[in-house]
């Protein structure tokens, strides 16, 4: 049916509010890196109109920092759609911040929380080989 895969992997490590907030921010990194996945708004049967969705479906997975890690060098090699993020953006209270916080991170080993991946299926499930679903 897609082409073309997405993948979000979050850390096995995290409080689970963390969890969702990591998930919730690469989603929107996602969508904001392939609008043409952005399907048309939905409308109940009253006429009510709401917000359009994301027309490709999310896998979400779990791994530790090493896995991911590893990933991320593999979605890179692969020239996938990457999209990072890093334990000390927890901290932060805006874009600025979290991109500062990124900036300021060790660009071979990050402190990675989690990472969504977008790109050709094969390639994005050669990234993401061996990790599980997220329960």
């Known amino acids: ?22 998930v919730a921010f690469l989603a ?3 969508a904001a890196s392939a609008p043409d996945m952005i399907g048309q708004p939905y409308i109940d049967a009253a006429g ?5 969705m994301l027309v490709q479906p999310m896998m979400i997975l779990q791994s ?3 896995k991911l890690q ?8 692969r020239e996938l759609t990457v999209v990072p993020y890093v334990f000390s953006m927890f901290s932060t209270s805006n874009d600025e911040a979290n991109r ?9 080993a990050p402190d990675l929380v989690g990472l969504a991946l977008r790109g050709p299926k094969n390639a994005v499930d050669k990234a993401i080989k061996g990790l599980s679903l997220h329960p």
């Open 64 to 66: 530790d920092l090493a």
């Open 1 to 22: 049916m897609f082409d073309t895969k997405v993948a979000l992997i979050v850390r096995d490590d995290l409080a689970t509010w963390q969890r969702l907030n990591v």
């Open 100 to 108: 500062q916080a990124f900036g300021a991170e060790d660009a071979g």
């Open 70 to 77: 590893s990933v991320r060098v593999k979605a890179i090699e």
């Open 28 to 30: 929107t990194g996602i």
């Open 48 to 52: 009510q109109h709401y917000a359009a």
